[in-house]
């Protein structure tokens, strides 16, 4: 009779399903092969590296690359008298890139390009008069570059941006100079550069400063 009913209560063999089958099952994970980064390919210095290190009376190894060479000319100045020689020597390599220019361009083009690129600088802002497609207009300017282009005849290009105001929603208004505008000299009629540059928040000295350009714009009409 007991027997009967522990018939009934023997607990039933435990059935595995698939998944926790795999699951108890040790698995061996293959091997993942470790790949070395490829070597760069050796770069020798070039010949204007070695002429510089030797007017510094630096000595280069055989085994050196560009970078480390580059690497041991930096490093050297921060010694006073190296770092005279080296002025000494971009001073120098100024000179001659210069006179070459002056030869090909002519001195007049040549002039003009370097009073421009003085007032190219991302921390320098204009009051500036010009005149675009036959219109006289104004804005406050920020230069950028100044170089020579042209072929059988050269001239001057001038680029820099105009200024944009944005308005994002829940935010403080900015102004960001990023409308790329270019000109030649002759289309530039007045320039004047402010005391300091226009923090991008700074929306009250922006319209302030261009009230003066259209006052001065004033004058050429």
């Given at each position: 009779?007991?027997?009967?009913?522990?018939?009934?209560?023997?607990?039933?063999?435990?059935?595995v399903?698939?998944?926790?089958?795999?699951y108890?099952?040790?698995?061996?994970?293959?091997?993942?092969?470790?790949?070395?980064?490829?070597?760069?390919?050796?770069?020798?210095?070039?010949?204007?590296?070695?002429?510089?290190?030797?007017?510094?009376?630096?000595?280069?190894?055989?085994?050196?690359?560009?970078?480390?060479?580059?690497?041991?000319?930096?490093?050297?100045?921060?010694?006073?008298?190296?770092?005279?020689?080296?002025?000494?020597?971009?001073?120098?390599?100024?000179?001659?890139?210069?006179?070459?220019?002056?030869?090909?361009f002519?001195?007049?083009?040549?002039?003009?390009?370097?009073?421009?690129?003085?007032?190219?600088?991302?921390?320098?802002?204009?009051?500036?008069?010009?005149?675009?497609?036959?219109?006289?207009?104004?804005?406050?300017?920020?230069?950028?570059?100044?170089?020579?282009?042209?072929?059988?005849?050269?001239?001057?290009?001038?680029?820099?941006?105009?200024?944009?105001?944005?308005?994002?929603?829940?935010?403080?208004?900015?102004?960001?100079?990023?409308k790329?505008?270019?000109?030649?000299?002759?289309?530039?009629?007045?320039?004047i550069t402010?005391?300091?540059?226009?923090d991008?928040y700074a929306?009250?000295?922006?319209?302030?400063?261009?009230k003066?350009?259209?006052?001065?714009?004033?004058?050429?009409?």
């Amino acid at each position: 009779m007991f027997g009967f009913f522990n018939f009934f209560k023997r607990k039933s063999a435990k059935t595995v399903t698939p998944s926790e089958e795999t699951y108890n099952r040790s698995i061996d994970h293959p091997k993942i092969m470790e790949l070395s980064q490829p070597e760069k390919p050796f770069k020798p210095p070039s010949q204007k590296q070695l002429e510089e290190c030797k007017r510094l009376g630096l000595e280069v190894k055989p085994n050196m690359s560009s970078r480390e060479v580059w690497q041991l000319v930096k490093d050297v100045q921060k010694d006073p008298q190296y770092k005279k020689l080296y002025d000494e020597y971009i001073a120098e390599q100024n000179a001659i890139c210069e006179a070459e220019e002056r030869e090909e361009f002519g001195d007049a083009v040549v002039d003009q390009q370097k009073e421009w690129q003085k007032l190219c600088s991302p921390r320098l802002h204009h009051i500036v008069v010009f005149k675009k497609s036959k219109t006289l207009d104004t804005d406050i300017l920020e230069f950028e570059s100044a170089n020579i282009e042209g072929e059988n005849e050269y001239y001057v290009k001038i680029e820099g941006y105009r200024p944009k105001i944005y308005n994002p929603h829940g935010e403080d208004p900015r102004i960001e100079w990023i409308k790329v505008i270019s000109f030649r000299p002759e289309q530039i009629f007045e320039v004047i550069t402010l005391p300091k540059q226009i923090d991008i928040y700074a929306i009250d000295d922006y319209k302030n400063a261009l009230k003066k350009a259209k006052e001065l714009k004033e004058k050429y009409q």
